[in-house]
């Protein structure tokens, strides 16, 4: 897909990778950059050739949070509400209904973060940094992680991160099950897409009704998840029918 400037996206035998490609400035996040990737992550979502989506920065970084060259201008709070109102990015990335992987190196902070625990799977090279600065800047995690960092490592740690903003390496990043799998910085490709590989050959329907039941499920009593879970069973048996 061509016309971006702050991301790179492009596909091949079912699999997508969409790269952050401002490496100048740590793949900070601006404004463009969170409109393109509005565009990208719908160009996916609709795309039935499309099954799984890779997310990876291009540089040293995987993403330093948001450009904080935005930060305290008047205009630039405004659009960003504005933005955020009629665009819920990272809604539309926790809810993509395909396997979404982040293959993350050097700085993952803020909304850096935050958008890799939007996906469903994260693996990580050895010099990967994860952090939460926002309250050390006065702001808090508008990206979703006051909610996914302690839905996904032990609240108490979690907790640690966000009021403190100290960074944890790949190998606590690892020991706190925040990422799934720790490997050398130059097999991070090779290991992303050898997992992507594996989900294009899985049942496409079978990966999406299995995702909805976890995402939507743990938003649910265990009560309401089981019967959720048995209404998407059936509905995925009768489509087999
Ligand atoms: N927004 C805008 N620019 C950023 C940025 C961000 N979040 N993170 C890094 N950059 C820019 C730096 O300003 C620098 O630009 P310059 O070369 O024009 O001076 C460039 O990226 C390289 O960063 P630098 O600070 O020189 O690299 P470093 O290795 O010394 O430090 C960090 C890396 C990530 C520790 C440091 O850049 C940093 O603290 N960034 C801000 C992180 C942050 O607070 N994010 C916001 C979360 S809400």
Redesign the pocket.
Known sequence: MNGFETILYEKEGGIARLTLNRP???N???LQMRDELWDAFQAFRDDPDARVLILRGEG??FS????????GTAPSYVESRRARHERDLWDLLLHMRKPTIAAVHG?A????CEMALLCDLRVAADDARFG???V??G?I?SAGGTQTLPRTIPPGVAMQMILTGDPIDAREAYRLRLVHRVVPRDELHGAADAWAQTLVERDPRALSYAKDAVVRGLDLSLADGLAFEAALGARLAATRA
């Open positions: 100048e400035v740590l900070a996040q601006n040293s970084a330093a949070g948001a450009d904080i060259s935005d930060f700085y902070l803020g909304a850096g939460l600065p926002e050390s800047l702001y995690p």
